[in-house]
């Protein structure tokens, strides 16, 4: 099944953007008459017939949508992008795979990577949420400072920290979450790849933050929130 995606198909008449028009049309080759389907990223599946075969607006006549309800107990990741970008669009292309529905990259003391370019990173969650058939697209936001982020009202019930020092307070996170209810929203935050600091982690754990551990080996900062997701979506199966 190919996937195209557009946030408006439902109210713009039917038409792809330029840049998924163009890969409808010059790389895949479709043509008028063809059958596609387009997501809006918003829980929508659109399935229609090109009536314009169109390079830069592909325009379709919608046969029939499908609607999924937004999820319950949903998975957010609070991350401090590593200093290669390429292992973070990695994070996001897997996060995205096994199901993570919000990311809010991270700005902490001893982060390598102090920018990030939102619009490529959308384009990241964008392929991969087509790629695995979803049809919620995860939510990025921009470079959030800890500190800012951590005064925020945050609405997740579960909230957690995971890093490498004070081993003897951390609690397994596949354990704790043992106890989550179907409808518990899950916040995880991951720090760069020096840690978070000693007085980030009082922070947090000042705002409700439970230390948590993710394994008796040190992980990679992306390798961490695959772990970390992993963790919470593999709970959510179990519930089912």
């Not at 005064?151 to 596949?174: G, M, T, V």
């Not at 179907?182 to 409700?208: M, R």
């Not at 230390?211 to 179990?238: D, F, H, Q, Y």
């Amino acid at each position: 099944m190919q996937i195209f995606y557009e946030p408006e198909i439902l109210t713009n008449g039917g038409f792809l953007n330029e840049e998924e028009s163009r890969h409808c049309i010059k790389v895949l080759r479709h043509n008028k008459g063809d059958t596609i389907h387009v997501i809006n990223g918003k829980g929508v599946r659109a399935t229609g017939t090109i009536t314009e075969a169109s390079a830069k607006a592909c325009r379709i006549k919608i046969e029939n949508t499908e609607i999924e309800d937004e999820p319950e107990g949903k998975c957010h990741i609070a991350i401090a992008p590593t200093k290669s970008i390429d292992r973070f669009e990695w994070f996001l292309e897997k996060s995205t795979e096994l199901g993570i529905d919000k990311i809010t990259p991270l700005l902490c003391h001893q982060s390598e990577r102090k920018h990030i370019r939102l619009q490529r990173l959308e384009r990241v969650l964008t392929a991969a949420t087509k790629q695995s058939l979803r049809l919620w697209k995860p939510e990025i936001t921009e470079l959030t400072s800890i500190r800012d982020f951590l005064n925020f009202d945050l609405p997740e019930s579960l909230k957690y920290i995971a890093y490498c020092d004070n081993q003897e307070e951390q609690q397994y996170l596949p354990h704790l979450l043992k106890n989550k209810k179907e409808n518990d929203d899950v916040l995880i935050l991951i720090g760069p790849e020096g840690d978070f600091s000693e007085s980030e982690v009082l922070l947090a754990k000042e705002k409700g933050f439970i230390p948590v551990s993710l394994g008796k080996n040190r992980l990679r900062t992306e390798t961490a929130g695959i772990a970390a997701c992993m963790s919470v979506k593999m709970t959510e199966e179990g519930q089912r």
